[in-house]
């Protein structure tokens, strides 16, 4: 038993917020309205306290229960702070965000943050920084908002090697992909309806070019396999291009469209990293994922299959990790246990070659329908061994002299490289009038 246990005495812990937007007002609600019952969790060990925090404008009125001493224009005034245990960094960015952590670990403070940009980017400098301070950074916020699936792949399946983490971990695409699945709406229509009702940030880049969920696959990638992920190494592409014809043909031939981002862990040790707009099985249970909600579909190889499913974003599923993690940091200090935040293990990467990577195909090509065009394209297609499963061109009802028409194929699985090479020797016809578009069809 410790001291502060046979006192009865809680240990006061100090928590400073630099950022005080939406989620940092869900912390301060979150500790205002379970601090006792986090207390109580800890058999009395401590009691966490929000003593300061920085804000931009400091003369905006935030919470009615916040003293107004309680805020700083400055974040140095956070982190320098003696009474500051945890830093919480929640305003985003790889820049500023970079030197409020760092300064942060220098000085030997907890870090609690939700920024994937920042650690995916700059995690190999900030983990040395935490490794050389011994001083955790936590960051259960940063990927899929409310679903502790960052505890999860740490701990809970610390007794495996995981096999793989298949997830949709951006809910802005996803609310816009299923709106233009079951509203029939444009891409543009779409993505306003999502600013509209404050799902997607005012600058919605990183949420629809795949790179937000991009991060959190790549640190749910160095969580599972212990090295830092260089971002060049992995492939990316967001659903800014995904039009409302090849949703429609997904969702005729037995798919919906989302936003995927997988982590497979091959047999020869590669990992296969990627995030693309791809076709799910409607019968899948990732397709009935709608909304803003997250899915990460988990294998271990011990554990067997397992799905994380709930609110990958918002005020209070966001704050609800924040506070996981400022506990787990509570519980470190008032211990004064080594901390269990995560550090890298391995130096090697490994990230599978994106050419290297398999799966089955749906290529849409934009034609000129004259004779022999669907036979020079499949010779194209059988000289280099890659397999037609299928293919499908409607017939406009009203014209079936078209001249320029979608000729779907559905092809066999084969690498992504081989499918490059021979859709450039296709688009070489003359029949084919533009780039094809190609969408990997998921092997779940
Ligand atoms: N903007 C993200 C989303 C949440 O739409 O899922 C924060 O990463």
């Known amino acids: 038993m410790t001291e502060q246990q046979q006192s009865n005495t809680p240990q006061q812990v100090g928590v400073g917020l630099v950022g005080f937007g939406t989620v940092g007002t869900g912390v301060w609600e979150t500790i205002q309205k379970n601090g006792e019952l986090i207390t109580g969790r800890s058999n009395h060990q401590f009691q966490i306290n929000i003593v300061k925090a920085a804000v931009r404008d400091i003369s905006k009125k935030r919470i009615d229960d916040a003293p107004a001493e309680l805020f700083t224009a400055d974040w140095n005034d956070v982190v320098n702070d003696n009474s500051v245990d945890i830093v919480v960094e929640l305003i985003g960015g790889t820049t500023t965000a970079f030197d409020i952590v760092a300064a942060a670990l220098k000085l030997g403070k907890t870090v609690v943050t939700g920024n994937k940009a920042l650690l995916a980017e700059r995690g190999a400098e900030l983990f040395a920084l935490s490794q050389q301070h011994n001083a955790a950074i936590h960051f259960e916020a940063a990927v899929a908002g409310g679903i502790p699936i960052i505890k999860a792949v740490q701990d809970s399946y610390v007794g495996n090697d995981i096999e793989s983490m298949v997830g949709i971990i951006n809910g802005t695409s996803n609310y816009i992909l299923e709106r233009m699945t079951t509203a029939g709406l444009a891409y543009p229509e779409a993505l306003k309806e999502a600013q509209e009702l404050g799902y997607a940030e005012a600058d919605p880049t990183l949420d629809v070019n795949g790179w937000d969920a991009a991060h959190k696959a790549i640190l749910l990638a160095t969580l599972a396999y212990g090295s830092v992920i260089d971002p060049e190494e992995v492939y990316v592409r967001g659903i800014e291009?995904?039009?409302?014809?090849?949703?429609?043909?997904?969702?005729?031939?037995?798919?919906?469209?989302?936003?995927?981002?997988?982590?497979?862990?091959?047999?020869?040790?590669?990992?296969?990293l990627r995030t693309q707009p791809s076709f799910i099985p409607k019968s899948h249970i990732l397709s009935s994922v709608n909304g803003v909600f997250n899915a990460v579909a988990v294998k271990g190889d011990a554990s067997g299959d397992a799905l994380f499913y709930g609110r990958g974003a918002g005020k209070e599923p966001t704050a609800s990790s924040v506070v996981a993690d400022i506990v787990d940091a509570a519980h470190t200090i008032s211990s004064r246990a080594p901390h269990r935040g995560f550090l890298p293990y391995s130096d090697e990467s490994n990230v599978k070659k994106i050419e290297d990577t398999t799966t089955p195909y749906y290529v849409r090509f934009d034609v000129t329908d004259r004779p022999g065009v669907v036979a020079e394209i499949a010779q194209i297609l059988a000289n280099d061994?890659?397999?037609?499963?299928?293919?499908?061109?409607?017939?406009?009802?009203?014209?079936?002299?078209?001249?320029?028409?979608?000729?779907?194929?559905?092809?066999?699985?084969?690498?992504?490289?081989?499918?490059?090479?021979?859709l450039k020797k296709v688009l070489a016809l003359d029949s084919v009038n533009s780039e094809p578009v190609v969408f990997r069809i998921e092997n779940l």
């Open 385 to 422: 061994g890659v397999g037609i499963s299928g293919t499908h061109s409607p017939v406009d009802p009203e014209n079936p002299d078209k001249e320029f028409v979608d000729m779907v194929f559905l092809l066999h699985t084969c690498p992504f490289g081989k499918l490059k090479a021979t």
């Open 241 to 272: 291009r995904v039009t409302s014809t090849d949703i429609e043909f997904a969702k005729n031939l037995g798919y919906n469209v989302k936003l995927l981002s997988v982590v497979h862990k091959h047999e020869d040790g590669k990992v296969e």
